[in-house]
């Protein structure tokens, strides 16, 4: 079974081919990413109108390129598959309506994906099941909690009530004055700070809903970052190590925190960790020690399928294959697609 899958919900255009059987691990032929994080550092963000225009370019030159690299030929390919939502329309639309166009062209099934079900089953690709566990989703758009019965089945536990984690590292990393995005840099300017030098609110820690709140944090580095220098827009650079650090060490003691609870409430002992703030080896390296203690199991994706990638694509539309779904050529994106009620 060979399936190929397009990811185009925001500004990486990519194209993987997996191939896979029921139960078994899947194999990763080809990965290929164009990331645009050059183009659109220079806006410190991502220039909607920038990002598609710039999938349309990369699209064909990428699916030729993994065709090559999974040495298979279009016509053996069996299914197309494309992230349909959630992101910004113009993107999807792109990756979309190519993927369903190739599978029209060949007569081959088409499975519209949801991004967000991609990044929760990309720690298993390499496993192929996917077993009872609670998912933490980390991204620069969404932070989610969920608790997963099976493939298919998933019940939202919580969510942000306004910032994502990734979003929250972006906005923190642009005030202190770092590159886009955020999330790398402040992880590697905390390697040199102290995580208690300043102390920043863990919010909604006490409350008992499974929600997360960063804005109130955002705001405390940025009143931090003003009181210790009115001149705010060029903080001392003798600072930034320990804001990084302290900044980075509340947002992880949250998610712990929460998830954790969250696994104990839904009486699961995996707990799955997915989405581009997942690669933050400090978060990492602090579930693993947490969950250790509480006799918990926890996976992580591997590095190349935390942020946005198509093989992750792949991998749920190959799930949804082996239980016969597919996806009508008329079905619409949706930008704001949810993935559980
Ligand atoms: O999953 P992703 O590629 O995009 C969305 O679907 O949103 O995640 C991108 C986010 C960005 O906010 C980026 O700053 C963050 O992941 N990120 C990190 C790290 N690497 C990427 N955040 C913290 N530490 C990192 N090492
Ligand atoms: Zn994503």
Redesign the pocket.
Known sequence: MLLLAIES??D?TAVAILSGEPGEPAQILASEIASQIELHRVYGGVVPELASRNHSLHLRPLVEQALKNANVSLKEIDCFAATSGPGLASSLLIGATAAKALALASSKPFIAVN?LEG?LLSPYVAAGNVPPHVALI?????TLLLDVEKPGSYRRLGSTRDD????A??KV?KMLGLPY????E??KTAKSGNPEAFSFPRSMLKDRSFDFSFSGLKTAVLYTLTDRNPDYGTPRSSDLPDLCASF?QAVIDVLIAKTLRAAKHAGRDTIALS???S???A?RDSFAQACKKEGLTLLTADSGL???NAAMIAFAALLHHFEGRQSPLDADIDPNLALAP
């Open positions: 919900s925001c990486e991004h990044h980390v991204s620069g758009g969404h994502a984690a990734g979003e590292f972006d990393g995005p955020g999330g790398p402040i992880e980075q989405g581009g703030v690669l933050n080896q978060l935390c942020t946005d």
